[in-house]
């Protein structure tokens, strides 16, 4: 069953949707519309802490060192470098990474590192890709 909205609604509903421009000066009223995409693209700034980005932002980071989302769980994340392989997950309380010993290298055993999200961008990438 679908409920149509009163007039009133589609009065508010309206304005904010106006025709689709590819043009941002055609849009005025929407220019932080594109901004999203583009913070989606950008990596978090090296000196900041990781819980003041956004996910989108932590994700594109994660992409731009070389992981890959999963299909199977949207918060794991894997990388396969040439000297370890990974699986990182982005926890609720922190980032957990878990070095594969079925990947390159000599490791008798997974091995397992937790970041606290107030640690710097910095800090944990210079940590992760460090390695086992």
């Known amino acids: 069953m679908s409920i149509a909205p009163s007039s009133s609604l589609r009065a508010l509903v309206v304005p904010i949707l106006p025709s689709v421009s590819s043009s941002p000066s055609a849009r005025p009223g929407l220019r932080g519309v594109a901004a999203p995409v583009q913070h989606a693209r950008a990596r ?5 802490p990781l819980y003041t980005h956004s996910l989108p932002c ?11 989302q999963t299909r199977e769980d949207r918060a794991v994340w894997v990388a396969e470098m040439p000297l370890w392989h990974a699986r990182l997950s982005l926890d609720v309380t922190d980032l957990h990474i878990r070095y594969l010993k079925s990947g390159p290298g000599n490791l008798d055993k997974d091995v397992e590192r937790r970041f606290s999200y107030a640690l710097s ?7 992760i890709l460090g390695g086992p």
């Open 58 to 68: 932590i994700e594109a980071w994660l992409r731009s060192i070389g992981f890959s």
């Open 44 to 48: 978090p700034e090296k000196k900041k």
């Open 121 to 127: 961008r910095e800090d944990i990438e210079n940590a």
